[in-house]
């Protein structure tokens, strides 16, 4: 079975810093791009980040405004988002999800999703 | 950015009814566009890309159309099951878009 599990949310306040992970398990991880979107509270799904197959190019929402890196260890078949600066509109569920060989693909498989609470 | 307008935003249909959401890109898209269904506390669950390919297990009352700039989403026969919010998403170039989505809703 094809699955992607996340983790690493949790509360911080404003200002902090938070490393998500997403392990991924029965597909060839390093042939797929990885993505990662969020969904605030209520609302509806917005794309943050995605990296190639190799790990070697990597896309942002401009609303982020650099403050999040997106990283991917092939051997470990996981993908990474290392979320800095922190605010309280960056509080959301964050999933994972595969794309295709190329980023500009839809999502077919997805995580369970990590809940990120930026509160003071 | 390119801009998907859905609508829709909620709708009340009964079992068995035909229900119909839209989808409009703010530029041509060509048929890269995907359709989602998420239910409360789940995540998003792919059920057609390229406009119009239904993805693996995804039953046939569920159907696409469109390119360019209109997209459409069918479900032709209502289920209980079906009770969830639709998203379309554009993933012809970056940074990739979903729409609003769509809550479909029992009568």
């Known amino acids: 079975e094809e699955l992607l599990v996340e983790s690493g949310g949790g509360p911080v306040k404003p200002g902090g810093s938070l490393r998500l992970s997403c392990a991924a398990s029965?597909?060839?991880?390093?042939?797929?791009?990885m993505h990662w979107v969020r969904q605030a509270p209520g609302k509806g799904l917005e794309w943050i980040s995605c990296i190639t197959s190799s790990g070697s190019d990597s896309s942002y929402a401009d609303s982020l405004e650099g403050r999040f890196t997106i990283s991917r260890d092939n051997a470990k078949n996981s993908v990474f988002l290392q979320m800095n600066t922190l605010r309280v509109e960056d509080t959301a569920v964050y999933y994972c999800?595969?794309?295709?060989?190329?980023?500009?693909?839809?999502?077919?498989?997805w995580g369970q999703g990590t809940t990120v609470t930026v509160f003071s | 950015d390119i801009q998907m307008t859905q609508s829709p935003s909620s709708l009340s249909a009964s079992v068995g009814d035909r229900v119909t959401i839209t989808c409009q890109a703010s530029q041509d898209i060509s048929k890269y566009l995907s359709w989602y269904q998420q239910k409360p506390g789940k995540a998003p669950k792919l059920l057609i890309y390229?406009?119009?390919n239904l993805e693996t297990g995804v039953p046939s009352r569920f159907s696409g159309s469109g390119s360019g700039a209109h997209f459409t989403f069918t479900i032709s026969s209502l289920q209980p099951e079906d009770l969830a919010t639709y998203y379309c998403?554009?993933?012809?170039?970056?940074?990739?878009?979903f729409g609003g989505g769509t809550r479909v809703e029992l009568k």
């Open positions: 390229d406009a119009f």
């Open positions: 029965g597909f060839t991880f390093d042939t797929y791009s």
């Open positions: 999800a595969r794309g295709g060989a190329v980023v500009l693909n839809g999502m077919d498989v």
């Open positions: 998403q554009q993933y012809d170039r970056l940074p990739l878009t």
